[in-house]
């Protein structure tokens, strides 16, 4: 018995199998993250962590507890993006007191940076 139907049945099944699975996947049962780490976030979600962490920081001055919430971003110079975000928000004109917590959270942690003690050898 020959068939004459060509490779158009494969085809045709690849494509429908491809718009199935969109379907699906897109709208039927859609990813929904949950609990990810702030490192996932969208860079304008991370500037609103980065403010909230300072507004907490400047509610309570608890720089330890700003540290290790702004380490979950992993930034790799952290007082530099604060500082860069104050300068964002001081320059669109956006919330003056959310700059000046960026700000001074900035100076906190760069601050803390620079007074951190260098280990010096035991001498033999």
């Known amino acids: 018995m020959k068939d004459d139907r060509g490779p158009w049945y494969l085809l045709t099944g690849v494509v429908l199998g491809i718009a199935v699975g969109l ?4 709208v039927i049962s859609p990813v929904e993250y ?3 780490s702030p490192s996932d976030l969208r860079a304008e979600y ?4 980065r403010a909230l962490v300072a ?4 509610y309570n001055e608890d720089l330890q507890r700003a540290q290790e919430r702004l380490d979950l971003l992993d930034d790799a110079d952290v007082a530099q ?6 300068q964002r928000y001081l320059a669109s004109g956006r919330d003056s007191q959310a700059a000046q917590a960026l700000g001074l959270l900035a100076v906190a ?9 260098i280990p010096t050898p035991i001498p033999k």
């Open 23 to 26: 379907f699906y996947s897109w």
């Open 34 to 36: 949950v609990n990810t």
């Open 46 to 49: 991370k500037d609103q962590y």
């Open 55 to 58: 507004m907490a920081y400047l």
């Open 81 to 86: 993006n604060l500082a860069e975000q104050a």
């Open 109 to 117: 942690i760069g601050r803390g940076a620079d007074q951190q003690e």
